[in-house]
């Protein structure tokens, strides 16, 4: 029973082959060497790219290819799309409760980007970019998601893909909707060769039986500091909403021994005195990114160390050290806010009770006693504190006519940062807000960095960069041009995160 799936990126969900040979055509002219043709281009492409890019390019060394074929990729990502069936064959693998992960050579910053402006980035797990050989990376990345070679299929377009599947020992499935075509996947001998991703549904049919048919049983703490705050963080996997880290207990594991690991694992924290407070029967969490059915085991625990340093793994993209009063106002997912509501129950917290009046914990789980529980906000709930950078010039060259964008120009921006920790909290610590002075350096660098044609561009990279690099929880964005008679600037707006 394949409850696996691996996915290359490009020609298996993504077409992008039209801005990857941009890009190589751009690199070769840089060389002063011809351009490529689609059918040229796709007979002599192959992976890993280092091979390809030694015959095409040779003597260049690894960090200057890559850096080249970034400048020459277009960054508006405008014609890239899904491939036919492919968000359908996404919701199926959903719907059925698989998990998904993507392996693939094309860039992190790319993929992810790709993803988001597609729709389907909270489908995926983990997302594994910028890997030059598969075959090799494969093994590491099993084992880091404790996926069982037998129960895992690694689906893709090129013949690079399926001799890591073979590697692997999973089942290697290729697709003729990218690179080589059906005659050349035969070549390297995958388990199956499919049309297009239509055909999979079929194929692999819904999860029943075996392991499948049983809960699946995970452990996760309530961290606290020596501060008495406790540690949240906020996954995509679980509707970006805030929560606990855990994760699953592996055979012959003990739940302890499965807590430590796991917290090490995603944290890098180690914990001391560990306390079983609770199990959760988590059927069909109506948050979580996929179906399925867990057994929750909860714990309490401090860290060892007096100054705990976090160190993230690719599964959360964000963490808080909060007081009672404060955690009870994020957004939870409803598994942590149950947790909080029990170990407050129990007198598990200690002093950090007189942080919080009860109310708050009741308006957070009232909610929990309906047939379909979905989480309300709190009706004291606060909008989050902001920071607001007003006017703030960016020199840069953008335009559509080339020859508009030969000279620099001088663009306006207002940004508003939104924050989670509030105001008051914050002890007058600059490490512990978003140091504006920063923001507004790397905003104008990343302005000068290359021209543009459209300041929707702009606009899109500046309110990535400060979710991406300064943890703001929401941005919104304003960006002006001064460019039309009769008007005093034309402008663009967007709002993005929370």
């Given at each position: ?78 014609g890239v799309t899904l491939l036919p069936h ?353 923001v507004a350096a790397r905003l104008q660098a ?53």
């Amino acid at each position: 029973m394949i409850r696996n799936l691996l996915f290359d990126w490009s020609g298996t969900l993504a077409d992008d082959l039209p801005s990857v040979l941009c890009a190589v055509n751009g690199m070769l002219r840089a060389a002063g060497m011809g351009e490529l043709t689609r059918a040229e281009f796709q007979s002599r492409f192959r992976l890993p790219y280092t091979e390809f890019f030694a015959e095409m390019l040779p003597g260049l060394p690894l960090e200057r290819l890559q850096q080249l074929y970034l400048e020459h990729f277009p960054h508006e990502h405008a014609g890239v799309t899904l491939l036919p069936h492919a968000l359908e064959f996404i919701q199926y693998a959903a719907a059925t409760g698989r998990r998904m992960v993507v392996l693939s050579s094309a860039p992190l910053p790319h993929v992810t980007s790709q993803a988001q402006a597609l729709g389907v980035r909270d489908a995926f797990e983990v997302m594994r970019c910028g890997v030059i050989d598969k075959r090799t990376e494969i093994h590491g990345l099993l084992a880091e998601l404790d996926m069982a070679a037998a129960e895992t299929a690694f689906i893709g377009d090129m013949r690079h893909d399926i001799e890591a599947g073979h590697a692997a020992g999973v089942v290697t499935i290729a697709t003729c909707t990218g690179y080589e075509s059906a005659e050349t996947l035969l070549t390297a001998g995958p388990d199956m060769l499919v049309r297009d991703l239509s055909r999979l549904p079929a194929l692999l049919g819904p999860l029943s039986g075996g392991d499948g048919a049983y809960p699946v049983s995970t452990v996760g703490a309530l961290i606290l500091n020596s501060k008495g705050e406790m540690l949240l963080i906020r996954t995509h996997k679980w509707s970006h909403r805030w929560g606990i880290p855990g994760g699953k207990i592996k055979r012959g594991e003990s739940c302890e021994a499965a807590l430590v690991r796991e917290i090490l694992e995603e944290t890098a924290l180690t914990l001391q005195d560990i306390e079983f407070v609770m199990v959760q029967d988590c059927i069909e969490p109506v948050e979580f990114q996929r179906s399925a059915h867990f057994l929750l085991l909860n714990y309490i625990a401090r860290c060892a160390d007096e100054a705990p340093q976090v160190v993230l793994n690719e599964e959360a993209q964000a963490f808080e050290w909060l007081p009672l009063a404060e955690a009870l106002r994020m957004d939870l997912n409803i598994p942590t806010r149950i947790l909080l509501d029990e170990c407050m129950k129990r007198g598990l917290l200690g002093e950090m009770l007189n942080e919080a009046p009860v109310t708050q914990a009741l308006a957070g789980t009232s909610a929990l006693l309906e047939p379909n529980p979905r989480l309300k906000p709190p009706h004291h709930m606060l909008p989050p504190d902001e920071i607001r950078i007003s006017a703030l010039r960016l020199t840069t060259h953008i335009g559509v006519p080339e020859e508009e964008r030969a000279g620099s120009q001088v663009l306006e921006a207002d940004v508003t940062l939104r924050i989670r920790r509030r105001f008051e909290a914050m002890d007058d610590d600059i490490a512990a807000t978003i140091d504006y002075a920063a923001v507004a350096a790397r905003l104008q660098a990343l302005a000068a960095e290359r021209p543009r044609r459209l300041i929707e561009t702009l606009a899109a990279e500046m309110a990535a960069c400060v979710l991406e690099e300064f943890q703001a929880i929401g941005v919104t964005l304003e960006l002006r041009k001064r460019i039309l008679p009769d008007t005093d600037h034309v402008a663009v707006r967007l709002v993005r995160g929370d």
